[in-house]
């Protein structure tokens, strides 16, 4: 059984690798990003010599744009565009009849396509940390819970690019939806502007979503703003978050296939 997970996940890699123009341009947007954000923050906080704005000086918040940067190029795939497209031609029936779970097989589909993107990852990164020096790194416990919350990071990203496409089942048109999830997770994951920007009241509902272990948890922890029992609490209530809504999938995924309907022999 394990073997049928694993063709899955070379399927993705074997994918990535034969669109490779397509799979880097996405990757480059993400990139872009990240060059956008880092002129802009350096303006805002003076390059080293203004003081610091919400608790970031320039060293930190380049430290944290470059963990956004990780967290939004990780599970930027094509798994969504070809989940949706087979539940809306239909070809979802064929997946069904296979003797693998369906949710699973996305998952490994995702994690397939993860190792690709941690080499453009680790490209990015030494082309910035040649350019500006290396970010400080954060101390021994912390820096354990830092890579738990980067490993948890791709199983929660992925439920939730999966529940948005369990949408096709019910609309026809899956970029709106997509483009709204980009949206919602862009801004509430501390991914365009760290969650101490908001106001106290959003800062606070923003950290302890689902939303926040995409970019918002492992950030602060790498940058020091969270460390100790706050950073414990922070990763657990990411496993938290990834759990209920592992099991919430199962529960709509019931209910979506209800909505199947498929023609022609």
Same mark, same amino acid.
């Given at each position: 059984m394990r073997a049928a997970y694993r063709a899955h996940a070379r399927a993705t890699a074997l994918s990535a690798l034969a669109y490779r123009a397509s799979f880097l341009l996405s990757l480059g947007g993400v990139a872009f990003q990240l060059v956008a954000l880092l002129a802009v923050w350096r303006v805002l906080?003076?390059?080293?010599?203004?003081?610091?704005?919400?608790?970031f000086d320039w060293p930190h918040m380049r430290s944290y744009l470059l963990v956004a940067f990780? =967290?939004?190029?990780?599970?930027?795939?094509?798994?969504?565009?070809?989940?949706?497209?087979?539940?809306?031609?239909?070809?979802v029936a064929l997946d069904l009849v296979k003797p693998v779970d369906y949710q699973r097989?996305?998952?490994?589909?995702?994690?397939?396509?993860?190792?690709i993107e941690v080499a453009v990852i680790?490209?990015? /990164?030494?082309? =910035? /940390?040649?350019? =500006?020096?290396?970010?400080?790194?954060?101390?021994?416990?912390?820096?354990?819970?830092?890579?738990?919350?980067?490993?948890?990071?791709?199983?929660?990203?992925?439920?939730?690019?999966?529940? =948005?496409?369990?949408?096709c089942f019910w609309t026809e048109n899956f970029v709106g939806v997509m483009w709204a999830r980009q949206a919602i997770t862009g801004l509430l994951s501390g991914a365009l502007v760290p969650l101490a920007y908001f106001p106290g009241w959003l800062a606070t509902a923003a950290q302890w979503s689902p939303f926040a272990g995409l970019t918002s948890t492992p950030a602060l922890i790498f940058?020091?703003?969270?460390?100790?029992?706050?950073?414990?609490?922070?990763?657990?209530a990411q496993l938290g978050w990834l759990l209920l809504l592992w099991f919430g999938a199962?529960?709509?995924?019931?209910?979506?296939?209800?909505?199947?309907?498929?023609?022609?022999?």
């Open positions: 906080l003076g390059g080293g010599s203004g003081g610091p704005i919400g608790g990780a =967290s939004g190029a990780l599970v930027g795939t094509f798994v969504d565009f070809r989940m949706s497209h087979r539940i809306r031609s239909g070809l097989a996305r998952l490994w589909e995702t994690i397939g396509g993860v190792w680790a490209v990015v /990164v030494a082309v =910035s /940390v040649a350019f =500006s020096g290396p970010p400080d790194l954060p101390a021994g416990p912390e820096l354990a819970l830092f890579v738990s919350s980067m490993v948890l990071l791709v199983p929660l990203k992925f439920i939730m690019v999966y529940l =948005s496409t369990l949408a940058v020091g703003h969270a460390s100790g029992r706050h950073a414990l609490l922070l990763v657990a199962r529960a709509l995924f019931g209910r979506a296939l209800r909505q199947l309907t498929v023609h022609g022999g």
